[in-house]
């Protein structure tokens, strides 16, 4: 395992932000995570699991060692009447994966296409959109310990999956390094149109996942900014879930908030992109650090924001959310300092 000493992370990370690391690791075999854990072992030093970067805002440098997972494979893992059982390894890019699982015949995935990242980060925040989240067709997952070296799979239970929300994110962040994910793509598949922005596109059409696919990628290529041309993490914040009294309150006093109810609580989801906006912050720059102007919920670097100048934008945010409407919104990056 090569190490190289104070690397830039500025092309690893879709911010885009200037940081840098005392030292980084690419992670790429067996032997590799074998040595990055006697290099463990020796260095009384702080780690980071790396993927791809797009879920991470870097306040400040990294004092440690940044591990990059670069594990590479894909297969057909099993079979049986009714399910596919797909594999990927942690270091696959999760687009390109989704788009390979459609190329094969398989559905259960299109929903998820377009989302940035690598397929070991995928159920770190069990990611979701357009109705769908990776837990719905998880099956399991293979982690390698860095501080013993075990491995262990994990079931789709033992994950804890929640709204943006895993096991690995509030217990194990940087401890368990996701190697492999396994999916159970059902032969049948059940389709999942009925998102606002997809109903539409998809009035009329005779349904497939590579057509289902083509209209997620259309709209997000629509709604969200691409990091190519400006640094940005996705959504900024999560989507406040509120008490329903609560909700009525806030509803009684502003009639256009949305509301979502929850099918497994009494909680009603609102939109915290729809707060921002109301709030006035929608394109709103202070120096390169922003707020996108095609969507509220994105923080953007408009070329050399450092990643403390991001922050600051999104405290400000924070603060005018919780004094307009009472709520205190969460990040959903991770912010390392
Ligand atoms: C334009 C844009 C749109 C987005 N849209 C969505 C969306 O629709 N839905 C959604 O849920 N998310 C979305 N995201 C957020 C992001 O793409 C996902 O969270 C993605 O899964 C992050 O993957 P990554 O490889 O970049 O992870 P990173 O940012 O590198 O890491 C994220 C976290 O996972 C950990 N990690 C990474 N790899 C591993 C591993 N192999 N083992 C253990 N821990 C690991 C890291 O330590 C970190 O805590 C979007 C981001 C962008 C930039």
Redesign the pocket.
Known sequence: MEIIKNASLQCLN?FGVDASAKYLSHIRNLQDIEALFEWKAKNDLPN?????????LFKSDYQGLVAK?DLLGKDIANEDDEAVYVSAA?GEN?HEFVIWTIQQGFAGLENLSL????V???P??N???YGVELSDTFHSLQTVNLENGEIQEFDKEHCQFGY?ESF??SQT??K???TSVTFRLAKKPEWHVNYAGLREALAGEMLSADIISKAVIEERQRK????ANIG????FFKNPVLKVKDWEVLKAAHESLPGFPQSHNDNVKTSAGWLIDQAGWRGFRAGDAGVSDKHALVLVNHANASGAELWQVAEDIMASIEDKFGIRLEPEP?VIS
């Open positions: 879709t980071l699991i790396l993927g791809g970067g797009s879920n991470l997972v942690g999760w989302i940035p990242g690598c070991g980060a995928a770190i925040q990611i979701g959109a943006r690995f994110k962040l940087d368990l390094l996701i969200l900014p691409d990091p940005n993490a996705g959504s991770r």
